[in-house]
């Protein structure tokens, strides 16, 4: 295996055509088979990441992957592979029943032209864009940044700076501004923490308030 940059040149003795029945891993990753498929072009929220919308937390990311397996089960897929990332994924342009996955995607709204990569699905995202499609009819960070914010996720906006916290045992606690814990919690959004715009809404969510 050759590796160039972020990416591996596929290993010649593999199939650069895989076809066959997928599954969505999230918004932008399925599998065909034994094999890791990332699609093309695109970047779809992660799966633990969340939106605004409509001014209520949406999860974008969990809807994401729901509209790519919606995508996927309409019929058996072809990929055809142009390298590999540093997970060790095919990246591949990916169609079902001759239409392509990722500008499905982002035409929908489900995800965005991966412009550090390609150009290739601009056009779809500034159609969704014009519609207020998916994502365009939210508030949301970039999935790139999600990722490299670390073990953080910057507040959404500032009327939701209720602190939704996991603590041992898989306590859900949330932290109001002005409570004794509230500048030291972090959010960690990997364990399924977040952020709230209200208390109704933390509590319907599992959270408690913090006793002090």
């Known amino acids: 295996m050759l590796i160039f940059g972020l990416f591996a040149l596929p290993d010649p003795g593999r199939a650069t055509t895989i076809e066959g029945?997928?599954?969505?891993i999230d918004g932008d990753t399925l599998t065909v088979g034994d094999r890791k498929v990332r699609l093309f072009g695109i970047d779809a929220p992660e799966l633990d990441q969340t939106c605004r919308r409509s001014g209520r937390s949406w999860a974008?990311?969990?809807s994401a992957k729901q509209m790519l397996a919606d995508l996927v089960?309409?019929?058996?897929v072809r990929c055809d592979v142009m390298d590999l990332d540093r997970?060790?994924?095919?990246v591949a342009v990916c169609t079902v029943r001759g239409d392509d996955i990722g500008a499905l995607m982002v035409?929908?709204?489900?995800?965005?032209?991966?412009?550090?990569y390609s150009s290739r699905y601009v056009p779809a995202e500034t159609a969704a864009r014009r519609e207020g499609l998916g994502l365009w009819a939210a508030t949301w960070i970039a999935p790139e940044e999600f990722r490299h914010s670390g073990d953080t996720q910057p507040v959404p906006d500032a009327d939701c700076p209720i602190k939704g916290n996991i603590g041992n045992g898989g306590r859900r606690i949330y932290h109001l501004?002005?409570?004794?814990?509230?500048?030291?919690?972090?959010?960690?959004?990997?364990?399924?923490?977040?952020w709230f715009c209200s208390e109704a809404e933390a509590r319907a969510a599992g959270f408690r308030r913090a006793a002090r």
């Open 177 to 194: 501004p002005g409570q004794a814990d509230y500048s030291a919690t972090r959010i960690d959004t990997r364990r399924g923490e977040r």
């Open 87 to 90: 997970y060790g994924r095919e």
């Open 21 to 24: 029945h997928a599954q969505a």
């Open 107 to 116: 035409r929908q709204g489900g995800a965005i032209a991966y412009r550090k």
């Open 73 to 76: 089960a309409s019929g058996p």
């Open 60 to 62: 974008c990311g969990t």
